[in-house]
C-alpha cells in the first residue's frame, strides 16, 4: 500500500501556495504552527528548518538581490566607441545599462560579450544595445524566476512604483537566492532520487555531487537538458549525463517545471 504524503510534505505544499496577497499574516500562522509541531516531536529541528527557508524565500523581493543604482557601470548611448572601450576596461561587468541622458532616461541593456564582438570596430552603441526587460522591485524572486524563464532573458532592469531605475538583477542573482534558501532540501528519497529546482546553477550541481557537466549557452540543469534533447523536455522523460541520471518529473510547454536526479556509479 502506498503511503501518504509526510508532515514535512504537506507543510510544505501549504508554505509553497501560501497566497501573495495575504503572505505576511498566513506566514506567520504557519511559522507557528511549524513551531507547534517541533515541539510535539511530530517534525525535526531540520525539517522545521526546511519549511522556514522555504517560507523565507518566499518573501524575498528583488530589491534584497539586485545590484542597486548606485552600484550600477552605465554606457552613455552616445558614448563613441573609444570611450565605451576604456570605460569597459576598468569596469568589467557581464551586463551594462544603457542610458540617453541619464539613469533616468535608460533605454535598455548590453552585454559584455556583445561589446567585445565589436571591439575592434568603429561602432555605435545605439545600434547594438536591447530594450530591456523590466521588473518592479517588490516583484518576489519566485516569480522574477519565471519571468525570465518565460521571455528567455538573463538579466533585467528594476524599476520603483514611478518607472525610476533602481538597479539590475541578473540570473546567477536570483538562482544564488533560491539556491541559499533550498541547499538543505537536498535529500535522496528511498529509490536514491534527489529532488532538484530545474533552475539550479550547474556549479551547484557539480559541487554537491562531485562532478562535472557539460558546458553550453546554458547555467541551468534544466538548461543543460533542453539544449541536449534540442527541444522542450517531456514529463517522464530521462537523460544519463556524465555521473548523473536526469528525470523530468514535470514539465510544460513554456517550461521544466520539476526535476530529480539520481548519481550514476562510476564507471572504471
Given at each position: ?117 565589436h ?32 521571455k528567455?532573458?538573463k ?9 525610476a ?41 557539480e ?5 562535472e ?45 520539476a ?8 564507471r572504471?
Amino acid at each position: 500500500m502506498k503511503e501518504g504524503p509526510s508532515l514535512l510534505e504537506v507543510l510544505k505544499a501549504l508554505f509553497q501556495k501560501a497566497p501573495e496577497e495575504h503572505l505576511h499574516e498566513f506566514a506567520k500562522e504557519l511559522e507557528e504552527l511549524v513551531e507547534e509541531a517541533r515541539k510535539e516531536g511530530l517534525l525535526s529541528s531540520e525539517e522545521s528548518e526546511i519549511l522556514l527557508s522555504v517560507l523565507r524565500l518566499r518573501r524575498v523581493a528583488v530589491r534584497e538581490v539586485m545590484i542597486p543604482r548606485k552600484d550600477l557601470v552605465a554606457l552613455p548611448e552616445g558614448a563613441s566607441a573609444e570611450e565605451i572601450r576604456r570605460l569597459v576596461c576598468r569596469n568589467p561587468h557581464r551586463y551594462y545599462p544603457v542610458y540617453r541622458r541619464d539613469l533616468d532616461d535608460f533605454l535598455g541593456v548590453i552585454s559584455l560579450r556583445e561589446l567585445v564582438q565589436h571591439f575592434e570596430e568603429d561602432f555605435k552603441l545605439s545600434a547594438l544595445w536591447r530594450p530591456a526587460y523590466l521588473i518592479p522591485e517588490s516583484l518576489r524572486v519566485r516569480e522574477a524566476l519565471k519571468g525570465f524563464r518565460e521571455k528567455g532573458v538573463k538579466v533585467a532592469l528594476v524599476i520603483d512604483e514611478f518607472g525610476a531605475l533602481c538597479g539590475m538583477v541578473r540570473l546567477e542573482d536570483l538562482l544564488g537566492c533560491v539556491f541559499a534558501f533550498e541547499s538543505c532540501e537536498i535529500h535522496p528519497d528511498s529509490e536514491g532520487w534527489y529532488p532538484l529546482d530545474p533552475e539550479t546553477p550547474l556549479e551547484e550541481v557539480e559541487r554537491i555531487f562531485g562532478l562535472e557537466l557539460p558546458r553550453g549557452d546554458y547555467e541551468t540543469i534544466a538548461g543543460l537538458v533542453q539544449e541536449r534533447l534540442g527541444r522542450l523536455p517531456r514529463t517522464g522523460e530521462e537523460m544519463e549525463l556524465p555521473g548523473l541520471l536526469v528525470q523530468v518529473v514535470s514539465a510544460d510547454e513554456r517550461a521544466v517545471r520539476a526535476l530529480r536526479v539520481r548519481p550514476l556509479e562510476r564507471r572504471t
